[in-house]
Structure formats: structure tokens, C-alpha cells
T-cell receptor, first 109, second 114 residues
Framework: QKEVEQNSGPLSVPEGAIASLNCTYSDRGSQSFFWYRQYSGKSPELIMFIYSNGDKEDGRFTAQLNKASQYVSLLIRDSQPSDSATYLCAVNKGNDMRFGAGTRLTVKP | DADVTQTPRNRITKTGKRIMLECSQTKGHDRMYWYRQDPGLGLRLIYYSFDVKDINKGEISDGYSVSRQAQAKFSLSLESAIPNQTALYFC?????????????FGPGTRLLVL
């Protein structure tokens, strides 16, 4: 079992729809959770992080964390073609950061 | 100017050659990291350093070594390159503090080992 699992996709949504990206992790001691966006051929860039159970909103993005279920998700509202990218989930336990393989999202005009 | 730079951006080398990838940052961060990215495997941590005197192995350090020459510089060496080290390599930095774990990535070095 991978430490951080994501559906590789591709996930395709129409412009204006809500995109839902999911991530599960295996280590219950994990402390902080991150979502990065990576455009093709580019480096990852942080979208947002979350430490506590519940929801955290930042503009069109909402991160949701459920530590009991070891599950973290990212919702993108009003999806735009410019959101088309690979989304990486990352989980940190102490000094050790583990990344998922990423979910490729395509937003169709 | 970019806050985290990597040189070279692309490199082709042959099996058995020694190569060095370099990373420099102007963000003033204490922590620096080296990752490799392979299709379907995501990012995997090779080495990390929390200050000039601190070097730690990551998930996949075998076949690699690092040097932290200064707070702003962190280099990755492949002593004897092999084809399965063909990958995209990223350097990253983070600061000590409330958001200490937020990592900022360089543009990447694409390495091909023939």
C-alpha cells in the first residue's frame, strides 16, 4: 500500500463545474496536509495546506480533512480551463514529506 | 528573478559518469530538499538539510550524495550514474516557522542517463 494514494485520473470536468480531488494516507501520525498544482513541464506550486479536521477555504479552493478516515480532498469551484494540471497531495509527519503520484485534471471549455 | 534556481536545466550523461546538480536560493530559507519525480510515482525525497551542518537521508538516498556548501546552496551528486536515475529532479526550500513545511520548488533538472 502506498503511503499517499491518489486516483491518477484523468479527471475531466466541464468549465464552471466543481472538480473534486481525493487523497488517502496510511500513517495516522501525519500532521499536515498539502495540495500542490503542477502544470506540465513545470514545478509544483502550493495551493493550500490544512492541519485540522474540517474545511479550509481559499477563493475557489476548499481543502477538506478527515483524520479519522485518513482522507483529504480538494474541491475546485467554478473550474476554469486554466485549472487543467496535475494535482499532488502531500502528507507531512515530522520532517518527512510524502507525495502522492498526482491526479491529472482536465477542464473542458 | 527566480527564488530557487537549479543548474543545469537539462543534462544528458552516460552510465558510470559522475554528475552534479546544483541548487541556489535567495529566499533566505534554512531548509533545503532534493526530490526526484518519475511518471506514476510522484515526488520522492532523496536528501534534506535543515542547516549547513545538517544532512539527512530521505526515502531513496542510495546512489546519491549531497553537499550543503552554504545556507543558500545545496548540491546533489550522482557518483556513478545509472539509467534508472533518469528522472526529473527538483530542489525545494522551506522556512522555519508557522508555515515551515510549505515547500517552494525550483524549476527542475531533467536528467537522462544513457
Amino acid at each position: 500500500q502506498k503511503e499517499v494514494e491518489q486516483n491518477s485520473g484523468p479527471l475531466s470536468v466541464p468549465e464552471g463545474a466543481i472538480a473534486s480531488l481525493n487523497c488517502t494516507y496510511s500513517d495516522r501520525g501525519s500532521q499536515s496536509f498539502f495540495w500542490y498544482r503542477q502544470y506540465s513541464g513545470k514545478s509544483p506550486e502550493l495551493i493550500m495546506f490544512i492541519y485540522s479536521n474540517g474545511d479550509k477555504e481559499d477563493g475557489r479552493f476548499t481543502a477538506q480533512l478527515n483524520k479519522a478516515s485518513q482522507y483529504v480532498s480538494l474541491l475546485i469551484r467554478d473550474s476554469q480551463p486554466s485549472d487543467s494540471a496535475t494535482y499532488l497531495c502531500a502528507v507531512n509527519k515530522g520532517n518527512d514529506m510524502r507525495f502522492g503520484a498526482g491526479t491529472r485534471l482536465t477542464v473542458k471549455p | 528573478d527566480a527564488d530557487v534556481t537549479q543548474t543545469p536545466r537539462n543534462r544528458i550523461t552516460k552510465t558510470g559518469k559522475r554528475i552534479m546538480l546544483e541548487c541556489s536560493q535567495t529566499k533566505g530559507h534554512d531548509r533545503m530538499y532534493w526530490y526526484r519525480q518519475d511518471p506514476g510515482l510522484g515526488l520522492r525525497l532523496i536528501y534534506y538539510s535543515f542547516d549547513v551542518k545538517d544532512i539527512n537521508k530521505g526515502e531513496i538516498s542510495d546512489g546519491y550524495s549531497v553537499s550543503r556548501q552554504a545556507q543558500a546552496k545545496f548540491s546533489l551528486s550522482l557518483e556513478s550514474a545509472i539509467p534508472n536515475q533518469t528522472a526529473l529532479y527538483f530542489c525545494a526550500t522551506s522556512a522555519i516557522g508557522l508555515s515551515q513545511e510549505t515547500q517552494y520548488f525550483g524549476p527542475g533538472t531533467r536528467l537522462l542517463v544513457l
